[in-house]
C-alpha cells in the first residue's frame, strides 16, 4: 500500500525556518519525481519545489527561491522541505507528491502557520 506521510509543520515566527519531511512507501521512492506543494486558505494549490529521481535538477515557484531548499534521500526513502526566513504568506498545508508516468501519489499535508 502507498503512503506518503508529509511531518515538521507547525508554527514558526516570521523570519524562522522548518524543515518538513515526507516519508515514502509501498512504491519505489528512487523512480519517482518528487513534489512540494501548498494549498492556502481560500488559494489554489500551488507548486512550490520538484526534484528529480536522482536528485540533480530542482525547481522552485519564484516566490520561494533563495529561501527553500528541496533534497532528497533515496535510501531513507524520504524528500525533505527546508524553508528559511518564513513569511506570513508561507502559511499553508504543505503536500508531497510522487509522481512517475501515470502513477501519482499524495500526501495528506501537514500545517505550517507562520505568524508572531
Known amino acids: 500500500q502507498v503512503h506518503l506521510v508529509e511531518s515538521g509543520g507547525g508554527l514558526v515566527q516570521p523570519g524562522g525556518s522548518l524543515r518538513l519531511s515526507c516519508a515514502a512507501s509501498?512504491?519505489?521512492?528512487?523512480?519517482?519525481?518528487m513534489t512540494w506543494y501548498r494549498q492556502a486558505p481560500g488559494k489554489e494549490r500551488e507548486l512550490v519545489a520538484t526534484i528529480t529521481t536522482a536528485g540533480r535538477t530542482t525547481n522552485y515557484a519564484d516566490s520561494v527561491k533563495g529561501r527553500f531548499t528541496i533534497s532528497r534521500d533515496n535510501a531513507k526513502n524520504t524528500v525533505y522541505l527546508q524553508m528559511n526566513s518564513l513569511k506570513a504568506e508561507d502559511t499553508a498545508v504543505y503536500y508531497c507528491?510522487?509522481?512517475?508516468?501515470?502513477?501519482?501519489?499524495w500526501g495528506q499535508g501537514t500545517q505550517v502557520t507562520v505568524s508572531s
Open positions: 509501498g512504491f519505489t521512492f528512487s523512480l519517482y519525481e
Open positions: 507528491r510522487g509522481r512517475r508516468y501515470e502513477y501519482d501519489y
